[in-house]
């Protein structure tokens, strides 16, 4: 099995930028997707990109996803940052039938 | 709108069984999959195991092997998770989403606590 591994906290102000990574230990993420799911406090988490880089219906272009093959990253990043997107972001994947989560990303709006 | 309701909160004895049941509405539940993750407290997300009911087909992760199993009944378009032989680390909320290999809805979750 392999590993997603994400920072623990990022903070920023509002209106700035923030960008979560993703880092898989083993495998490639060229040949299997990431998704990313933000989950606010109490709440049950949402899909706010998946396959790489696509938006769900009603998230905004804010989010947006990527991947760099060379260091086998991936990464969220969040536009125009607002209060409401203080929230735990988690980056997932798979490797043929074994589904992963990374340790999630606390996003503290200052 | 596909919408997954899950079953309420569960207070459970160790060594017991308990059943989480997750009702679709709202779209085609035969031939979709259905996957739970589960989140003990304060910590993130953990991957269980899902089904695809037109197969009946299952994949458990390999930690909850032998000891949880998805099942789901078309008749009444509802999934459910039994987790057996409970211990005070399966205390957690329990979730339900729609997909195999990322999910489009989520259910509310269940809390589950496990306590003597």
């Known amino acids: 099995n392999f590993m997603l591994t994400q920072p623990h906290s990022v903070s920023e102000s509002p209106g700035k930028t923030v960008t979560i990574s993703c880092t898989r230990s083993?495998?490639?993420?060229?040949?299997?997707?990431v998704h990313w799911y933000q989950q606010r406090p109490g709440s049950a988490p949402t899909t706010i990109i998946y396959?790489?880089?696509?938006?769900p219906s009603g998230v905004p272009d804010r989010f947006s996803g990527s991947i760099d093959s060379s260091s086998n990253s991936a990464s969220l990043t969040i536009s125009g940052l607002k209060p409401e997107d203080e929230a735990d972001y988690y980056c997932?994947?798979?490797?043929?039938?074994?589904?992963?989560f990374g340790g999630g990303t606390k996003v503290s709006v200052l | 709108q596909v919408q997954l309701v899950q079953s309420g909160a569960e207070v459970k004895k160790p060594g017991s069984s308990v059943r989480v049941s997750c009702k679709v509405s709202?779209?085609?539940?035969?031939?979709?999959?259905f996957t739970w993750v589960r989140q003990a407290p304060g910590q993130g997300l953990e991957w269980m195991g899902g089904?695809?009911?037109?197969?009946?087909?299952?994949n458990y992760a390999q930690k909850f092997q032998g000891r949880v199993t998805i099942s789901a009944d078309e008749s009444t378009a509802t999934a459910y998770m039994d987790l057996h032989s409970l211990r005070s680390e399966d205390t957690a909320v329990y979730y339900c989403?729609?997909?195999?290999?990322?999910?489009?809805?989520w259910g509310q979750g269940t809390l589950v606590t496990v306590s003597s």
């Open positions: 396959e790489d880089n696509q938006r």
């Open positions: 083993s495998g490639s993420f060229a040949s299997t997707y």
């Open positions: 089904i695809i009911p037109i197969y009946v087909t299952t």
């Open positions: 709202g779209g085609t539940f035969s031939s979709s999959a």
């Open positions: 989403a729609r997909g195999r290999n990322w999910f489009d809805s």
């Open positions: 997932q994947s798979y490797d043929s039938s074994t589904l992963v």
